[in-house]
């Protein structure tokens, strides 16, 4: 034995160390400091409204926030994320409205710069690792990636019309690329030192690029003709922007000030002075009104373009601020800072509505998990792992709703009644035991097994309870009378994986010897022996799964592979190869999509009709070892060894394929 009483056949198999990771929301309480409207004064100079923000103090936390992108329609958030090295990154989808965190990606070095494009559908990343990655703009997952820049890319846009991408990279160049096909069109030098900071004129016929040389240049877009160097700022050019109608041009620079510009002429026409570090974003409202800047003296300010005047001072961030943009509509700021939230703004009052923080990679509320269910109304997840306890959380949010205990010893998986009034949990404390969800006691201790119990499973009329052990049985149990009705026996290495098909009268069973046995349920006083054997898998079989209409079983195992069985016909209809162990399977309440989770950090969407792959679901840092979808098909949770649980939108029955591989 190895560890804490880890059986042998599992010795590659690290313990579970999940967390939960849904977005946190600090709703804002932020009060203004004097009475007033973020519009433009009247009358003589004043000193603008300080808006100081109280957001709650939030544990865990994901990295620096470098960038933030709003959605054309305004419905959706990205993020990027990371340290300033060689720190790995996070890419994250937020619903703007109301603040739940709808996807995440984990990449190898941060993520610098994020960018929807016009229609839309295509969400772009820049990234340290010098590529620029398309991505779909609901999954997160990577289309195309574009290899050209020789060091960190640090700022990406679309032209208007969506053709064209412009990249500003530390390798002092822009490129333009050619959006529909990741083709590099051009490679414009002229700044003397990085290229930080892009922006693109509202017809496309023209942009502007700021520099570490101090120096904003404006370029042609059809021609790639530098057209004019701004210069003026006594530091490097972080920031820049072209307002709305195109007339005017903004530059933050690390001098401390923002300065407006001329397009036409390329005349300086105003300074605009108050922040007191490097100011590092400026962005222009829809409007073309007001202009947001943020800076490293941790405030965003509003000013007006006309007067120049400082509007609105938005304290409450507790670090850099190096993103911030408006919504579409104007109504809505965003602020994102190296203190790891994001806030959320309303620019009429000036006050704070929300703060965004991802946990991503630790919480102290939580211990290692092995074992996540969803309840029948999708309301209630149900966790449990290494230590003696189970935890019920919600299932929108992730925070802790009840504590179940009464074990002795470690939980490895639990399972909800199909009424979702009762929880089975299975222990290597030799037990199974049957919780009350509402009330969190214990009803019941089933003893039979005469060694760790692995897996549980309710019957679909919820009057059966089968359980799996490492003593290589299977047990049934009476729910209703709580008494052991059969022992079967027939594996000869311990019990893994039960699953009871729809209708409830046949029952699935695998594990360590490698082979799937299919046991005639329908009168359990009479099941002595297998029905069937399915034999294929060349390790451990680590989960099974029926698809909805009961014919199609799927199995996942640590020979790397994920295979689909006929159970009618009797044999293996299709076979999904992956690098890794296959920890963990699971079908959507319709059907139409298999998910599995692998030793390779990744979750995949499977379509099981055509046997291939749908999407590659990336961002977990290590072994996914656990999933289940939400019982309206719209959400898949995924647990990993690297201490998460990740909330993915499911892709639809129609969706595109992100990836194909691995397949056979």
């Not at 203004?32 to 409207?37: L, S």
């Not at 739940?100 to 610098?112: G, M, T, Y």
């Not at 299977?474 to 209703?480: M, T």
């Not at 959400?635 to 499911?650: H, M, N, V």
Request: glycine residues 10%; proline residues 5%.
């Amino acid at each position: 034995m190895i560890g804490r009483r880890i059986k042998p056949y599992l010795d590659q198999v690290v313990l579970l160390l999940v967390a939960w990771v849904a977005p946190v929301l600090a709703l804002g309480a932020a009060q203004p400091q004097t009475a007033g409207q973020a519009s433009v004064p009247s009358g003589a100079a004043q000193e603008p409204v300080t808006i100081r923000a109280q957001p709650r103090s939030l544990e865990g936390g994901g990295g620096q926030i470098w960038s933030v992108a709003v959605s054309p329609d305004g419905r959706f958030l990205a993020v990027g994320s990371g340290g300033s090295g060689e720190q790995p990154g996070d890419l994250l989808l937020w619903d703007l409205a109301t603040g739940q965190e709808l996807a995440s990606v984990r990449e190898e070095k941060p993520i610098r710069r994020v960018a929807f494009s016009p229609d839309g559908k295509t969400l772009a990343s820049g990234d340290f690792d010098r590529t620029i990655k398309l991505r779909d703009p609901k999954t997160l997952a990577v289309r195309r990636v574009l290899h050209g820049h020789t060091d960190r890319v640090n700022c990406i846009v679309f032209t208007p019309d969506g053709q064209t991408i412009i990249s500003a990279g530390l390798d002092h160049t822009l490129r333009l690329w050619d959006a529909a096909s990741g083709m590099e069109l051009r490679t414009l030098k002229g700044h003397r030192d990085w290229v930080l900071c892009v922006a693109v004129s509202p017809d496309g016929k023209f942009f502007l690029s700021g520099s570490r040389d101090h120096t904003a240049k404006l370029w042609d877009v059809k021609t790639g003709q530098e057209l004019r160097t701004l210069r003026g700022h006594t530091n490097w050019v972080e920031g820049v922007a072209i307002s709305p109608d195109g007339k005017l041009l903004a530059t933050a620079s690390h001098d401390n000030t923002v300065k407006l510009w001329d397009a036409a002429r390329g005349e300086e026409l105003r300074t605009l002075t108050g922040h007191d570090g490097q100011v590092n974003v400026a962005t222009f409202a829809p409007d073309g009104k007001t202009l947001a800047t943020a800076s490293n003296d941790r405030t965003l300010r509003l000013w007006d373009v006309a007067s120049g005047e400082n509007l609105v001072v938005f304290e409450g961030h507790t670090d850099n601020l190096y993103a911030a943009a408006f919504s579409p509509d104007g109504k809505t700021l965003v602020s994102g800072s190296f203190d790891k939230t994001i806030k959320v703004w309303d620019v009429a009052t000036g006050k704070e509505r929300t703060t965004l923080q991802a946990r991503l990679h630790r919480s102290e509320n939580l211990f290692p998990l092995w074992s996540i269910a969803c309840s029948p109304d999708g309301k209630i997840l149900a966790v449990s792992g290494e230590e003696k306890i189970i935890k019920l959380l919600d299932a929108a949010n992730g925070q802790p709703i009840r504590l179940l205990e009464g074990h002795d010893d470690m939980v490895p998986q639990v399972a909800f009644s199909p009424d979702g009034k009762m929880l089975a949990s299975a222990s290597f404390d030799h037990t199974v035991k049957l919780w009350d969800v509402t009330t969190g006691k214990a009803l019941a201790a089933l003893t039979g097994h005469k060694n760790w119990v692995f897996s549980v499973a309710f019957s679909p009329d919820g009057k059966l309870l089968a359980s799996g052990s490492y003593d290589k049985t299977v047990c049934l149990w009476d729910v209703a009378s709580r008494q052991l009705l059969a022992v079967l026996k027939g594996h000869r290495g311990g019990v893994r994986a039960v699953a009871f098909r729809p209708d409830g009268k046949m029952l699935a069973t695998a594990g360590a010897d490698r082979v799937l046995r299919l046991w005639d349920v329908s009168d359990p006083m009479k099941t002595k022996e297998a029905r069937q054997t399915l034999k294929g898998h060349e390790d451990a079989v680590r989960s099974l799964a029926f698809a909805p209409d009961g014919r199609i079983l799927a199995s996942g195992s640590e020979d790397k592979t994920a295979r689909l069985w006929d159970i009618t016909a009797n044999r293996q209809v299709g076979s999904f190869q992956l690098i890794d162990s296959v920890l963990a399977v699971a079908f959507s309440p319709r059907g139409s999509m298999l998910a599995c989770g692998g030793q390779d950090q990744t979750a995949r969407i499977l379509d099981p009709a055509a046997a291939t792959q749908r999407t590659l679901l990336r961002g977990h840092d290590d072994a996914v070892t656990c999933l289940c979808f939400a019982p309206d098909s719209q959400a898949l949770f995924t647990g990993s060894t690297d201490k998460t649980i990740k909330r993915w939108p499911a892709a639809s029955p129609h969706a595109p394929t992100a990836k194909k591989e691995g397949q056979k």
